[in-house]
Structure formats: C-alpha cells, structure tokens
C-alpha cells in the first residue's frame, strides 16, 4: 500500500511536469517515467529524471541544460510560489546540475543525465496511466524516452548502486516484457556509455540492500514487495543479462574494451557518436598498456570471447 508521505511528494512531482512539453530537446526518463506512465502505477516515483536528446560538443549540451534548468526554476516557482527552490551547481559554478523543490509537505529533485546524452531510439509521448491519474488526481501528456532506452537506463542503474526502487522496476521489466531485443540494443549502448568499467557492470559486487529496503522503499508500492524478492531480482537480472548477449553481441563488447570497437556488430549506426561513448574510447586509449591487457583478459574470460 503506497504512504501518504510519498503520495505528497507524488502530486508535488505531477504539477511540474508539464513544463516539460515545451521542451523537445528533452525527455522524462527513469522510474517517474516507467511507473507514471510506462506502468499503471505500481509504485511512487519521487525524482524528475531528464534525458538531453541532442549528441553535440560538451559546452554546448551543458549550456543548454543549465539554461533549461533555469526555465524549469521560474516555471517552479509560477507553480509553487511559497516554495523552497535550491540551486545545484557544478563545482565550476558555471552550470546549473539540478533543482531541489520543497514545500511545507514534500520535496523532490530535478535531475538531468549529463552523462549519457543522446537516445538509441526515438522518444515517445505518452499519457499518465490510469491509477496515476487516478491517484494523483491530473492528466499530463509527456514526452519520454522508449521503453527500451528506459529499461537500458534503469538496468545499469540496477546492476551499479542496486537501490531497491530500481530492482523494482526490473521486477516488472523480468515478470512482462523481459530481456528484448531492443532493450538488449539499448543496453548495451548504456552500458558502454556508463562511467564504471564494463565487467563491474556485467559481474558485480552485491551490494547490502537492507537498510535502503527499509529507509527509501517501504511504502512506495501498491503491493507488498520482500527484500528476498528483490534480492532475487538482482540475481535474476545478472545470469540474464549475460545469458541473452548474443556471441556477435560479446565480440563487440570484446571489439571495444580493445579499443578496436566492430560498430557493424552491435547494429546501432548512432551509437558511436555518442558522446559518453567517445569519451569512454578516450579513455580506454590512455589506460596503461598491462593495465588494459589486464582487464581486457578479465572481460575476455567472463565473456568466454577471445580477442
């Protein structure tokens, strides 16, 4: 059964949402985009996770999300007139990295992904699902990134800081839909383009869930979800996620990791020019020569791909 406290800080969320629709070189993304309107609300979201669609140089992306951030600051504080709004800026002070938004009853964050900019598939526009308009009591239009771009997202979010919300929304991905092909696609453009090293992702360290369990997760949900569920989830995802990767698909994990990445083998033409993918190569080049070999040798056993 969702909490009130968590329905409040829900209908903060939905009111400022709308703005979003002015915004095309943006989409919603993440768990308030998944369980608001992907799903018919089986549990609360709290957080407004942007997507930057556009693949361009740096200055330009981060100029234009802070600018963006400063429109959703006035349009926030039309809505909320006696609300708490808080500034997050990069430690540069240049740009602005995110809004904190609270009111005497709730608070919630707007974030945008500065990391992986750019989307595998188009975006879609979808209405609020029937128990979210239901529940909180609107009826907003979004523009959201695909189901496979949001799965990719959420799986990487999933195998790296294991929160409970995400292992969540893998629960559902795992008992509906599953593993796709195009969220399989999708993936593994996130998962090149995530900050941590490929193997971490795809074999990680399980991380103790408990406490965030009981801290950041009790009360979100329609239905009753145990902490053994969730742990099996994770389990679950890990064994699939390397079970349904194609052996064309391990070459070209291999092909990258090597620095000599196969583009025509992963099947997605964009993906090479994304910027947190171009960036990754970067760094892959300055890696110290036996340090890579050390880890390409990892990868390449885990995988069971020679190279």
């Known amino acids: ?22 915004e095309t070189d943006f989409a919603l993304k993440g768990g308030t985009a998944i369980n608001f309107f992907v799903r018919n609300l089986p549990r609360i979201s709290v957080d407004i996770d942007i997507a930057y669609l556009l693949i361009n140089k740096r200055d330009i992306a981060l100029n234009a999300i802070s ?20 500034k997050k800026v990069m430690s540069d002070g240049k740009y602005l990295k995110g809004l904190i938004i609270s009111t005497k009853n709730a608070t919630i964050k707007i974030e945008p992904n500065f990391v992986i900019r750019g989307c595998v598939f188009p975006t879609q526009k979808l209405s609020l699902s029937p128990q979210a308009k239901l529940t909180l009591e609107e009826d907003v239009d979004a523009q959201i990134l695909s189901n496979a771009d949001l799965y990719a997202g959420k799986i990487c979010a999933a195998l790296d800081r294991q929160h409970p919300r995400d292992l969540f929304d893998i629960l559902y991905l795992l008992k509906n839909e599953g593993l796709t092909y195009s969220v399989r696609k999708a993936f593994l453009v996130y ?19 408990s406490q965030s369990y009981m801290n950041e997760f009790i009360g979100m949900t329609s239905d009753e979800i145990s902490l053994d569920q969730l ?10 996620i390397n079970s349904v990767l194609t052996k064309d698909e391990k070459r070209f994990i291999i092909s990258f990791k090597n ?12 993906a090479k020019d994304f910027p947190a993918i171009r960036w990754k190569l970067h760094n892959l080049a300055k890696m110290p020569k036996q340090k890579h070999k050390i880890a390409l040798d990892k990868l390449s056993t885990h995988l069971e791909i020679d190279y």
């Not at 059964?1 to 002015?22: D, H, N």
């Not at 998962?191 to 869930?209: A, D, F, G, Q, T």
């Open 231 to 240: 742990i099996k989830t994770r389990d679950d995802l890990i064994t699939k």
């Open 67 to 86: 600018l963006m951030l400063q429109r959703y600051y006035s349009y926030a504080q039309k809505i909320y007139p006696n609300s708490k709004i808080t």
């Open 259 to 270: 620095n000599q990445p196969k583009w025509e083998l992963l099947e997605i033409e964009h």
């Open 1 to 22: 059964m969702i909490q009130s406290p968590y329905i409040k800080q829900a209908k903060l969320l939905i009111r400022l949402l709308p703005f979003l629709s002015g």
């Open 191 to 209: 998962l090149l383009s995530h900050p941590r090293p490929i193997l971490e992702l795809l074999n990680p360290r399980r991380l103790e869930i």
